[in-house]
C-alpha cells in the first residue's frame, strides 16, 4: 500500500489503483486511519483528503485543499464513501451524488445511524443499482479487497489463455 496525504501529488505509476477516501473530515473521527489499517495490506494506493494539519488560519487553504480533493478524485480510479453519523457531510453527498452519474467504481458505507441514511440508499439504488451499501468499515474494506482479488484473477485467466 501507498499512501498520499491532501496537498500530496500522486504521480499515477502504470499498473496502480488507487482510491480516495472521500467521506466526512470536520467534527468526526478519523475513520481514514481505520481504512488506511484495513487496507495497509493491499497495492492500492489510498489518497486521503484528511490533512494532519489543516491550516485554519490561512485563507488559501480551503481552495488549496478543494482543488486537491478535485484534482484527486479524478485522478483516483476507484473511489470510497463513507459517512459517518457525526456529521451530515454535504459535500460528500454532491461528490457521491456527481460520482453516481459516472462509469468510475465506487464503493458505498455508512453508519447504521447516519441521518441520512434512507435518502443515500435510494438515491444510490436509483442511480447505481451495481452498487452495494454497507454498514460497517470493515465491511467496505472486505468489498475493496474483494474487487481487488477478482480484478487480479480476471488478469491472471486472460494472461493464462
Not at 53 to 71: C, L, V
Request: net charge negative.
Amino acid at each position: 500500500m501507498q499512501y498520499l496525504e491532501a496537498l500530496e501529488k500522486l504521480e499515477h505509476p502504470l499498473g496502480h489503483t488507487s482510491i480516495f477516501l472521500a467521506g466526512g473530515i470536520t467534527n468526526c473521527p478519523d475513520w481514514q486511519q481505520e481504512m488506511v489499517e484495513l487496507l495497509h495490506d493491499t497495492d492500492l494506493i489510498l489518497l486521503n483528503p484528511r490533512r494532519a494539519d489543516f491550516p485554519i488560519g490561512d485563507p488559501n487553504a480551503a481552495k488549496e485543499q478543494i482543488t486537491w480533493e478535485h484534482d484527486h478524485l479524478r485522478k483516483a480510479t476507484m473511489i470510497l464513501f463513507w459517512f459517518p453519523c457525526e456529521t451530515l457531510c454535504p459535500i460528500v453527498l454532491y461528490e457521491l451524488g456527481a460520482w453516481s452519474m459516472t462509469d468510475k467504481l465506487i464503493f458505498v458505507g455508512m453508519h447504521p445511524e447516519y441521518q441520512r441514511r434512507q435518502d443515500v440508499e435510494i438515491q444510490t439504488r436509483l442511480a447505481r443499482s451495481d452498487v452495494r451499501i454497507v454498514y460497517k468499515l470493515k465491511s467496505l474494506a472486505d468489498l475493496i479487497c474483494c474487487r481487488l482479488a477478482e480484478e487480479r484473477q480476471r488478469s491472471m485467466d486472460f494472461f493464462s489463455v
